[in-house]
């Protein structure tokens, strides 16, 4: 179905807290320009997968290859270097600080200046820079100044994945983006979201929203009791398949989807 090779790819991983398996031997794919929907019951390991995928938890077993070659030593700092960010679930922004300081957070543009590389930060650089990435995905803020705890929901989630989308060249991971929002807000963010795949990244969205997985999605990949046990094209089926394949009621195959 595709024909280039996946731009991340994880096969086998098993990761345990304690006594808890959250991953059983899961295998996960994401190619470019794709939005590829990760769903699953909860507590299915979707959002472990996740933190696999992006650095936070080292897998006990499995391999994780990226642009072909397997990662070692995941941590989110060499993540982020291969151009993946991601949105986790419980969201971090930064309460009190406005979108511009939050979009870089941990990443401020330094001035040169008497101090040289010790300057100070280019607040004009950084507003600018967010200002036009903002308007490029189409993120409405009244007013860039204000603090994220002053902001809507939407507003906090635009901003989140903005910077995600900012910083990633390769891959975002968004983790129940529009779990909190409205119909208008989740709207937008889906709006959003395709706008980040149109750049030729490739997103893959955690939901429980089957009608946002099918709006939007390209490509489905099921998870259940820590393993992936579907994958589906989502132009081919309907949100009854899905829904089956995540409560384990079928195992049937059709044309353009394995069932593993
Ligand atoms: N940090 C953790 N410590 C202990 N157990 C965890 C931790 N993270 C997840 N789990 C457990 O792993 C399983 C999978 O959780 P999770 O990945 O959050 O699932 P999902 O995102 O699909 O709902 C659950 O049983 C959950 O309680
Ligand atoms: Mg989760």
């Known amino acids: 179905m595709h024909e280039t090779r996946p731009l991340l790819e994880a096969t086998g991983l098993v990761k345990s807290f304690g006594k808890v398996k959250a991953l059983r031997g899961a295998d996960f794919s994401v190619y470019a320009g794709e939005i590829v929907a990760l769903v699953g019951d909860n507590g299915a390991g979707k959002s472990t997968l996740v933190k696999t995928l992006s650095g936070v938890h080292a897998p006990d077993a499995g391999s994780i290859v990226v642009d072909g070659v397997e990662v070692r030593d995941f ?75 002053a902001m809507s929901g939407g507003q906090r989630q635009g901003v989140a994945v903005s910077r995600a989308a900012a910083w990633a060249s390769k891959i975002i991971f968004l983790d129940e983006p529009t779990a909190a929002l409205g119909v208008v807000q989740t709207r937008s963010v889906l709006d959003l979201i395709r706008k980040v795949r149109d750049t030729g990244v490739g997103v893959v969205l955690i939901s429980h929203s089957m009608p946002d997985v099918m709006a939007v999605s390209d490509r489905i990949e099921v998870m259940r009791l820590g393993k992936r046990v579907a994958r589906m094209i989502t132009a081919g089926i309907k949100a009854e398949d899905v829904v089956a394949a995540m409560t384990g009621a079928t195992s049937t195959t059709g044309d353009s989807n394995d069932e593993i």
């Open 75 to 149: 941590h989110p700092l060499s993540a982020r270097r291969l151009g993946i960010e991601t949105v986790y679930q419980d969201l971090a922004l930064a309460p009190t600080l406005d979108p511009v300081a939050n979009l870089f957070l941990g990443r401020e543009v330094l001035r040169e200046g008497i101090l040289g590389r010790f300057g100070f930060l280019d607040k004009r650089y950084m507003r600018a820079k967010a200002e036009s990435k903002f308007a490029e995905l189409g993120v409405r803020i009244q007013d860039v100044a204000s603090p994220i705890s």
